[in-house]
């Protein structure tokens, strides 16, 4: 199962369907959230993202280089996915988000 980290406390899973995150949940200690990716609203993820001191957030595509940036939870969201895309080679339809 591959991941990507989404702060020093929040790792993210993606998975293609249901049956396959189930299975993957059993391997995990402490999961906080488990649903359809069409389920999730912003602030349920917002709160597990990297805040950054000025209160935006870390865009894993586009790291914050400067303090006056501001990176919305849904977009940072959205490039972590695309990041788990990546490295699975499958969309995600549901999510997973483990306290580490």
């Known amino acids: 199962m591959n991941s990507v980290k989404l702060s020093a406390y929040y790792k993210l899973y993606a998975f293609p ?3 396959s995150m189930q299975t993957g949940r059993r391997y995990l200690q402490r999961v ?10 912003e602030k349920e993820v917002r709160t597990y993202l990297q805040r950054n001191n000025p209160g935006g957030y870390k865009n894993y595509l586009e790291p914050m280089h400067h303090s006056s940036s501001y990176f919305p939870a849904d ?26």
């Open 75 to 100: 977009r940072s969201f959205v490039s972590a996915l695309q990041l788990l895309y990546k490295s699975n080679g499958y969309s995600a339809r549901y999510i997973v988000v483990e306290r580490v």
């Open 32 to 41: 906080v959230l488990a649903k359809a990716l069409t389920e999730v609203q």
């Open 17 to 19: 369907d249901y049956q």
